[in-house]
């Protein structure tokens, strides 16, 4: 346990000395990822489908907020739609307004959960997401993860109407715009997520707030296990059980994730926990303290051991030293 909390503290150390450097090697590695996984699920545009166009928006991304990968996904996401079908593009535009305007009044600072919520709705394992989210920030946040989640799921939406987009009749236009609308008005799984996702964060948030010992602990178990529930329940009676397995394995996953982030950000020692007590002239106040558990620093002593200089006396000192006469030392 030691060699772990000397780790933590070194890393924290590393970032706190590097975080500029940090952050935007972090945005840019990210931004490759969101890029890469746009274009391979809709890579309808040719012209954005190349890395270099990945890398140089990866890029950009690396040397400005967060809040800028949001804009420029949906911007490549609209691109792409575009080049697929006018339709799908105007719905998703409007979807992506609705969105940014929610994001930008409420939670403009949560673009990390916004971005990893759709990338890990592609990998399928976004349950981590809720939990994090009620462990780490406001109930407000949930809009990130609620912008997170409708986006994977009109972009997943168009994939699987994709036949109602490609026809070239024109008499077509009016059923593009209703199988566009449709992949919100009929997606039962995306309200079943939408609200075990508000569920849990909200449950996560107000047992992780309470002034009780391992209050980030319960709440992550808690919050997992309302999670896997909701999730089940509904998966059951939307007759979706094939989704259930990846439901238990992003849940197990969000278990790991949640011990990650309380080792590393909540982790108190309450075995020296103190309660104090003092007053004004208009309140009492009753104070419990806990005490994080670290490392103390080691002062390192450096001994440093010389030799003892060899002196060297002449005949001449030493006969004047012992008054005598210099022959006789001969």
């Known amino acids: 346990m030691t060699g772990l909390l000397e780790v ?20 840019f590695f ?9 274009n391979s699920q809709i890579g309808y545009m040719e012209q954005l489908d190349q890395p270099a166009v990945v890398l140089l928006a990866s890029l950009v991304c690396a040397f400005l907020p967060i809040n800028a990968m949001v804009v420029l996904a949906c911007g490549m996401v609209l ?13 998703g535009l409007c979807v992506f307004l609705l969105l940014l305007f929610m994001y930008g009044k409420f939670a403009p600072k949560n673009g990390y959960v916004a971005i990893l919520t759709a990338l890990l709705c592609f990998f399928r394992v976004p349950q981590v997401m809720p939990v994090a989210t009620g462990m780490l920030k406001g109930p407000s946040a949930y809009l990130s993860v609620l912008c997170g989640a409708v986006s994977y799921y009109y972009i997943t939406g168009v994939q699987q109407n994709l036949v109602n987009f490609t026809s070239t009749e024109e008499t077509e236009g009016f059923a593009k715009f209703t199988a566009a609308l449709r992949i919100f008005t009929g997606n039962k799984e995306m309200y079943l997520v939408l609200a075990a996702f508000f569920i849990t964060s909200l449950v996560v948030y107000a047992i992780r707030r309470q002034s009780i ?8 178990f808690v919050g997992n296990a309302v999670e896997l529930v909701v999730l089940l329940v509904g998966y059951l009676l939307l ?4 989704k259930a397995v990846w439901a238990a394995v992003g849940i197990f996953i969000s278990v790991v994730v949640s011990l990650v982030l309380e080792f590393f950000l909540y982790n108190l020692d309450y075995s020296r926990v103190e309660r104090v007590q ?23 002593k450096v001994k440093r051991i010389t030799p003892k200089k060899r002196t060297t006396v002449g005949r001449r000192e030493l006969a004047r030293e012992l008054d005598i006469d210099q022959d006789l030392l001969e």
Do not use: N
């Open 8 to 27: 933590r503290e070194k890393l924290r150390f590393f970032y706190g000395k590097y975080e500029i450097y940090v952050a935007a090697a972090i945005r």
């Open 30 to 38: 990210l931004g490759i990822v969101v890029f890469s996984v746009i």
């Open 79 to 91: 691109l792409h739609l575009y080049a697929l079908a006018l339709e799908a593009c105007a719905i």
């Open 213 to 220: 010992d391992y209050a980030w602990r319960i709440a992550m």
């Open 239 to 242: 007759d979706l059980m094939d």
């Open 278 to 300: 003092f007053e004004d002239d208009e309140y009492y106040y009753f104070v419990k303290a806990v005490p994080k558990v670290f490392v103390a620093k080691k002062d390192k």
